[in-house]
């Protein structure tokens, strides 16, 4: 209740505990006992905790690059970065040509053969309103509005990759250089 009150907004605390979700009732929701208030990852073998979809979000500078382009056609001054979009990962894929497409939309799986990580792509990252706020200053723009134009795909305006750690490490990849730029 504080944090309706303070916030102005319904709003919950949740708690992660050992792959049990609990909600502010202190209802515990496992997949043999679901509750309604309580909120069960789609996959309770692969549980992480607070993640939206999967435990990483991967977005390819490529991608952001075509997004600023697209503003600039729409009349914006401003570019967005990577960190508008809050991801995990930012890769950077040399001498890739700015089509119209995003890279990573066709990636099935990621590959870090040097550190032997192979992750599965579960799905594309839907956006909501926050890539419209700027990260360093707060200050309000036009990103979601951008992405709409180029990016919706049945109702959803779609923006980077979730990733998951693939289990079966014995599936065959092609290895390709990655860089890796921490920050």
């Known amino acids: 209740q504080w944090f309706s009150t303070f916030l102005g907004v319904q ?3 949740a708690r992660y505990i050992k792959g049990i979700y609990i909600n502010n009732s202190n209802e515990i929701a496992t997949e043999q006992n679901p509750s309604r208030d309580s909120i069960l990852p789609n996959d309770v073998n692969n549980r992480t905790g607070f993640e939206n979809e999967a435990p990483l979000l991967l977005i390819s500078q ?3 690059d075509i997004l600023n382009k697209v503003m600039a056609s729409q009349g914006s001054s ?3 970065n990577s960190k ?5 990962l930012v890769v950077d894929i040399p001498n890739q040509r700015l089509g ?3 890279p990573e939309d066709s990636w099935s799986k990621v590959t870090f053969p040097c550190k032997g990580i192979n992750l599965t792509v579960v799905g594309k990252c839907a956006r ?3 890539v419209d706020i700027d990260p360093s200053s707060g200050a309000k723009g036009k990103t979601l ?3 709409a134009e180029y990016r919706r795909c049945n109702g959803r305006i779609n923006f980077g990759i979730f990733l998951s750690n693939e289990m079966d490490s014995s599936s065959s990849y092609e290895e390709k250089e990655v860089w890796l730029e921490e920050g």
């Open 128 to 130: 909501c309103s926050m």
């Open 84 to 88: 508008y979009f809050r991801p995990n």
């Open 100 to 102: 119209g497409a995003n």
């Open 145 to 147: 509005r951008a992405l």
């Open 11 to 13: 709003c919950w605390l």
């Open 78 to 80: 401003r570019n967005v």
């Open 62 to 64: 490529q991608s952001v």
